[in-house]
């Protein structure tokens, strides 16, 4: 089955630790994203991927971190520096214009 | 930059009932327009897209949308709705490097 997973689903972390949030995907994308959504906000970007080795910064990327070593694998680490981590985070991939996207974690930071 | 206007922040529908979730969208070139759905707690799913051509499109589940390149315009439709088309609905706008901007979304709620 080809797909995006995101894992743990439900992530509690104390403030101040930084703190990884997975995206897989076999559909043999080249492009990843990682976007944050909040009740009435709808979804910002906060990084990207077009290609291994290569990432840029979206709209709100401070406090946040990637990498992208493997085209299937790009971690998002949100750092003690982000101030509001608490979210719902989701990861997508893209083929030609069209996103694709992962099932979501949510991070609660207290 | 690109942006998206959702006025709708929630809309409530019987069922059976016609549902039409308006977007408004600024872009300077031809835009890329996407509508998503969203159930509580999960990803979401692409209803259908715009790219170039036929104006009215159409997409999963029965919806279409229609584009309206004169109102900066493109507004979802589905003729009859279901209980299970109660969801959030965002509409999003790509650019020349495929990055989507997003409407703050639409929730729709479904009374029987």
């Known amino acids: 089955d080809g797909g995006i997973t995101q894992s743990p689903k439900y992530l509690f972390r104390k403030e101040g630790q930084n703190v990884t949030l997975s995206c897989e995907q076999n559909l043999n994308h080249d492009a990843m994203y990682w976007y944050r959504q909040d009740p009435g906000q709808g979804l910002r970007l906060i990084y990207y991927s077009q290609i291994v080795n290569d990432f840029q910064k979206g709209d709100i990327a401070e406090g946040y971190s990637v990498s992208r070593e493997k085209k299937e694998s790009f971690p998002l680490t949100v750092t003690s520096a982000q101030k509001n981590p608490t979210a719902f985070y989701l990861c997508a991939s893209r083929t030609g214009a069209e996103q694709y996207f992962g099932p979501g974690t949510r991070l609660t930071v207290t | 930059a690109q942006s998206v206007t959702q006025p709708d922040i929630h809309i409530t529908v019987s069922e059976g009932a016609s549902l039409e979730l308006r977007c408004n969208y600024s872009y300077g070139a031809t835009p890329y327009l996407f509508w998503y759905v969203q159930s509580p707690g999960q990803g979401l799913q692409l209803l259908l897209k715009?790219?170039?051509?036929?104006?009215l499109v159409q997409g999963i589940k029965g919806f279409e949308a229609e584009f309206k390149r004169s109102q900066s315009s493109f507004n979802l439709r589905k003729p009859s709705v279901h209980w299970s088309d109660a969801a959030e609905y965002f509409c999003?706008?790509?650019?020349?490097?495929?990055?989507?901007?997003f409407g703050a979304g639409t929730t729709v709620t479904v009374r029987a």
């Open positions: 715009y790219f170039s051509g036929d104006t």
């Open positions: 999003a706008v790509g650019d020349d490097d495929y990055k989507l901007s």
